[in-house]
């Protein structure tokens, strides 16, 4: 009995976060009204600064040598960030579709999976044991991509949906995530000594900031988009990168990558641009599985560490 009651408490220790996700879900369902408004401020004003603020935080922890990364390992880089842009748009469209979605709804389904990849998947991948560096590298890549590539999937994919545009979504990713991030970095460039000093006090802040951040079909459709992101990330990275040389470390870490979005930004921008609350329930519900999600395969991951950096055997996801 004593054993049984340690592996439950190391198990619940290892899915804390992810729990505590799921329980501010639960509330926030429980008590609508407590987060419509606080002292008259409608909190739907407030997700714009915040993202910024996350994006902001981002920047803060990136470097010269995070970019010239790119160069050293191109194949990654190009697969994770591709399979990011060509994987989850067309299956956002493909639920939506076969969901039965329309109007709003079914653009946020598009926006969520065609925008880029979001701070806690640096996160997990940390937590998961998996290549920390090229997460960063690839989340950095997939924004400094989206004020272009997310406007046309959306104008191709969502355009059947609602009226979508493609001017007014570039200026604002540019304004809520390029422009955040950009000065961030520079931030970090100018203070590049306190930065390095208190490193892990600045991570600890940093990943705290970027973390804090339907009905049954819609929860479904979300939990099937992000799955078919990390099962697509993996299993496509070990296929193309028996030509690449990629191994093991690489396909959890796009695995990763892939599965996890910038939920945020997609809501910023279904209130922004979209001008619609109902377009951003899909990356709410989204966000709230893919932190549950991505911590519960962390942990795993973390308990079955690989047995080469590069070509150990597949099959663990």
Request: net charge positive; hydrophobic share 55%; with cysteine.
């Amino acid at each position: 009995m004593k054993a049984a009651e340690n592996k439950l408490l190391s198990f619940l220790k290892g899915q804390g976060f992810g729990i505590a996700i799921l329980a501010c879900a639960a509330v926030a369902f429980a008590f609508p009204k407590l987060f419509i408004s606080w002292g008259g401020v409608k909190l739907t004003a407030m997700v714009v600064p915040a993202i910024q603020i996350i994006m902001f935080g981002m920047g803060t922890t990136l470097s010269l040598s995070d970019f010239l990364r790119v160069a050293k390992r191109p194949w990654a880089v190009a697969i994770g960030v591709g399979l990011q842009f060509l994987v989850m748009p067309f299956v956002g469209f493909l639920l939506a579709k076969g969901c039965g979605f329309s109007g709003e709804l079914a653009a946020g389904c598009v926006l969520v999976g065609s925008v880029a990849g979001g701070t806690a998947s640096n996160v997990v991948a940390f937590l998961a044991k998996a290549d920390v560096a090229l997460s960063v590298t690839m989340t950095c890549c997939s924004t400094l991509l989206s004020p272009i590539v997310t406007p046309f999937a959306m104008k191709f994919l969502a355009g059947c949906f609602v009226e979508i545009d493609t001017v007014k979504m570039m200026i604002e990713i540019l304004k809520v995530v390029v422009v955040p991030v950009a000065a961030g970095a520079l931030v970090h460039r100018l203070l590049n000594r306190q930065f390095t000093r208190h490193k892990t006090l600045c991570d600890r802040v940093l990943s705290l900031i970027s973390m804090c951040g339907a009905g049954a079909i819609l929860i479904a459709a979300m939990v099937i988009h992000n799955t078919t992101g990390y099962l697509s990330g993996y299993w496509l990275t070990r296929a193309i990168g028996r030509f690449a040389r990629l191994g093991e470390a690489e396909a959890r870490t796009v695995a990763i990558e892939v599965g996890m979005q910038n939920g945020g930004m997609a809501s910023a921008l279904s209130i922004s641009v979209l001008n619609s609350a109902i377009a951003a329930l899909p990356a709410n519900v989204f966000s709230i599985w893919m932190n549950f999600s991505g911590s519960v395969l962390a942990n795993w991951w973390s308990k079955h560490p690989m047995k080469t950096s590069r070509d150990a055997d597949c099959g663990a996801l």
